[in-house]
């Protein structure tokens, strides 16, 4: 299917087949699900070099539009930086990052074969391994001091934080928040995705052959500590499959030979920094969830996990 009928992809097609080896044309678009930020398309490519897919990335709501100059500029560098190192990631092919030829800012990289899994299945256990390992492999990477990305930046502050309207955990809620009501802890600092979680991780195989094909969406990649990397990805799978496995994702960290701060109350707070980012309810972030089967996460579910999540991270750091 070619969307030239659809608008906003005219513009944008053009462009992508300018930056196409000589005689090579887009032969299908297929809309590809679990994107929140962005729009996101496979393109099957045909021609001399042919067949081989693409997959573009355009923003297209108005906020991601307004600051797509940085977040495409910055992948774009990021995905260049990986082509050196052996962190699965997509190639670059191409970029606008000012929509100045395409109807809206985009990036063209190559399509990985793999698939995001969120599932509530038997092979959660041998994901969360593969999670922590390949997110120590990416704060692994020398980064060169001219080469470094911005510095980190927080989703949320004290008074940022909207306690769910429904909760009965008031108290809980309010102990969160005073927790973060603090100076950033002193840490060492690495390269960041910053937005790792599992609908951001490509997997193939299964059992013992299961394997990380590809890490995408670097568009918000920074410089900061790897506490902060962890906690991102620990809150998303306390959401995703309980409290329990958002606890166990640290520990699986530290075992594939990750570096987390050594000082619980400074390891608390960049967990709570995070999980309190999600408040008042995660229903947002988790649509591309649902999009890829997970119509079981309701928001009655999601608040009870992150409530339960944070009990937790207070008994064990505390």
């Known amino acids: 299917m070619i969307e030239d009928d659809v608008q906003g992809w005219v513009g944008t097609r053009r462009w992508v087949e300018g930056a196409l080896a000589p005689g090579e044309r887009i032969a299908r678009v297929t809309p590809l699900k679990g994107g929140w930020t962005s729009q996101m398309r496979r393109l099957d490519i045909e021609g001399p070099g042919a067949p081989y897919a693409l997959v573009l990335r355009s923003f297209v709501k108005p906020f991601y539009r307004r600051h797509a100059p940085g977040l495409l500029a910055r992948e774009a560098r990021v995905l260049r930086l990986l082509e050196t190192t052996a962190v699965p990631a997509p190639a670059l092919r191409a970029v606008d990052a000012q929509g100045t030829w395409c109807d809206d800012p985009s990036l063209v990289m190559t399509h990985v074969p793999g698939e995001v899994r969120v599932g509530q299945d038997t092979d959660v256990q041998r994901r969360l391994t593969l999670l922590a390992g390949q997110l120590a ?40 928040v005073d927790t ?45 500590p790897a506490d902060l990397d962890v906690a991102h990805c620990s809150t998303a799978l306390a959401l995703l499959h309980g409290p329990q496995t958002g606890m166990a994702f640290a520990d699986a960290y530290q075992h594939a030979g990750g570096h987390l ?19 008042p309810d995660a229903q947002k972030v988790a649509t591309p969830w649902h999009e890829l089967g997970r119509t079981d996460l309701t928001p009655d579910t999601l608040t009870n996990r992150l409530e339960n999540y944070l009990h937790a991270l207070f008994d064990r750091y505390a």
Request: with cysteine; glycine share 6%; aromatic share 10%.
């Open 137 to 176: 492999a990416v704060h692994a990477i020398d980064v060169p001091e001219t080469g470094r990305e911005r510095n980190w930046q927080p989703w949320t502050a004290p008074e940022r934080v909207q306690i769910p309207a429904t909760t009965g955990q008031g108290a809980l809620w309010e102990r969160a």
């Open 180 to 224: 973060i009501r603090r100076e950033a802890p002193e840490h060492r600092s690495c390269l960041l995705h910053r937005d790792y979680h599992p609908g951001n991780v490509l997997f193939t195989g299964t059992g013992t052959e299961m394997a990380v094909s590809a890490v995408v969406d670097w568009v918000e990649t920074s410089w900061g």
């Open 261 to 279: 701060t050594t000082h619980d109350p400074d390891h608390l707070y960049w967990r709570l920094l995070d999980a309190l980012a999600f408040a």
